[in-house]
């Protein structure tokens, strides 16, 4: 069983930038895929960056891209989310998941989310406000 704890969450003002982390621990080769998801109030629960654990490919969301950096250290079974030039729409609970989804496919469709991921974390809070 995949367990993964998010930290980092935090206040941040328009602009600034933030870092999340997520420990992974349990046998991550049941799944194919290891990413960072977000909901924002009302909205849905979508997909923000994604890495096949197979060979590290690594792909973005459109609305983060170029902001937006993630990375693993394997050594210490962690993944990381580095976030720079946060904008208030960045503002949501952001979750580390595992499991199988399409990272070509970000920021992925509801179903895809729901179907996809096998193991979720429980989240961390980040609001970008001044």
């Known amino acids: 069983q995949v367990q993964l704890v998010e930290s980092g969450g935090d206040l941040v003002q328009p602009g600034g930038s933030l870092r999340l982390s997520c420990a992974v621990s349990g046998f991550t080769l049941d799944y194919d895929a290891i990413g960072w998801f977000r909901q924002a109030p009302g909205k849905e629960r979508e997909g923000v960056s994604c890495a096949y654990i197979s060979d590290g490919s690594t792909y973005y969301a459109d609305s983060v891209k170029e902001r937006f950096t993630m990375s693993r250290d394997s050594a210490k079974n962690m993944v990381y989310l580095e976030m720079n030039s946060l904008k208030p729409e960045d503002t949501a609970v952001y979750y580390c998941?595992?499991?199988?989804?399409?990272?070509?496919?970000?920021?992925?469709?509801?179903?895809?989310?729901?179907?996809?991921?096998?193991?979720w974390g429980q989240g961390t809070q980040v609001t970008v406000s001044s």
């Open positions: 998941a595992a499991g199988y989804f399409r990272c070509t496919r970000l920021p992925l469709a509801p179903t895809e989310v729901a179907g996809g991921v096998g193991s």
